[in-house]
């Protein structure tokens, strides 16, 4: 079994900034793609930022150059970083991690999602 826990949402003024991280546990092997996603009220949700196994990312063209994503493998984490914020970036944000688990079982599996306000 693997548990995700996600930090680091909150409330900011236009132009600030947040940290959010996504912590996996339990019986993980590796963890491949690591991905970020956000669905603000009354849309579909979105991929944000994605970064595979071997480091290589991509954003969406809304992010680019204001978000970055890094994965920490030892710790099992991911995190967004969000310079720049723009009310826009108002959505509830999720974590994917494509988890290979101790017995060689893969998954997709979701965090519970934070909250990012962002104020004008």
């Known amino acids: 079994q693997v548990q995700l826990v996600e930090s680091g949402g909150g409330l900011v003024q236009a132009g600030g900034s947040l940290r959010l991280s996504c912590a996996a546990s339990?019986?993980?092997?590796?963890?491949?793609?690591m991905g970020w996603y956000r669905q603000a009220p009354g849309k579909q949700r979105e991929l944000v930022a994605h970064?595979?196994?071997?480091?290589?990312?991509n954003y969406a063209d809304s992010v680019k150059g204001r978000f970055t994503i890094s994965r920490d493998n030892a710790k099992n984490t991911v995190y967004l970083q969000m310079n720049s914020l723009k009310p826009e970036d108002t959505a509830v944000y999720y974590c994917?991690?494509?988890?290979?688990?101790?017995?060689?079982?893969?998954?997709?599996?979701w965090g519970q999602g934070t909250q990012v306000a962002v104020s004008s």
């Open positions: 994917k991690l494509a988890v290979v688990t101790s017995i060689g079982r893969l998954f997709d599996t």
């Open positions: 339990g019986s993980i092997f590796s963890i491949n793609a």
């Open positions: 970064i595979t196994s071997d480091g290589s990312t």
